[in-house]
């Protein structure tokens, strides 16, 4: 099964040939254009502790305060909070500067 379109040619290849294929592009690969290549990456952020994520009863334990405390601050937006799947998860940064702007507001 060919198929031509400006200059690009697909045809089915055994996977066995295939990767054959990619292991010879890559040990053909010069250190340099490995070099390239790796410097076109963007940089991934580093994820420090601030940024873990961290469940609904490790925010109750760290506040000190209720299920419903915290459900009633997460629905008036005081505390972001992220769902993965039914989940809720907080960022313990996120939720120690939430935590000094409810503060100020009480004073």
Same mark, same amino acid.
């Given at each position: 099964? %060919?198929?031509?379109?400006?200059? &690009?040619?697909?045809? #089915?290849? !055994? =996977?066995? *040939?295939?990767?054959?294929?990619? @292991? %010879?592009?890559? @040990? %053909?690969?010069? !250190?340099?254009?490995? #070099? *390239? ?5 963007? !940089?991934? !952020?580093?994820?420090?502790? *601030? $940024? $873990?994520?961290? @469940?609904?009863?490790?925010?109750? +334990?760290?506040?000190? &305060? ?7 601050? @997460? +629905?008036?937006?005081?505390?972001? /909070? /992220?769902? &993965?799947?039914?989940?809720? /998860?907080?960022? *313990? =940064? ?7 702007? &409810? $503060?100020?507001?009480?004073?």
């Amino acid at each position: 099964m %060919e198929s031509t379109s400006a200059n &690009i040619i697909l045809t #089915s290849i !055994p =996977r066995s *040939e295939f990767k054959e294929i990619i @292991r %010879e592009v890559i @040990r %053909e690969t010069t !250190p340099e254009t490995l #070099s *390239e290549i790796i410097g076109k990456i963007p !940089p991934q !952020p580093v994820q420090t502790k *601030e $940024d $873990d994520l961290i @469940r609904i009863e490790d925010v109750i +334990k760290l506040l000190g &305060i209720s299920k419903v405390t915290l459900h009633h601050w @997460r +629905k008036q937006g005081k505390l972001t /909070y /992220y769902k &993965i799947g039914k989940i809720v /998860y907080f960022k *313990e =940064r996120e939720v120690m500067e939430s935590l000094k702007k &409810i $503060d100020l507001c009480k004073k």
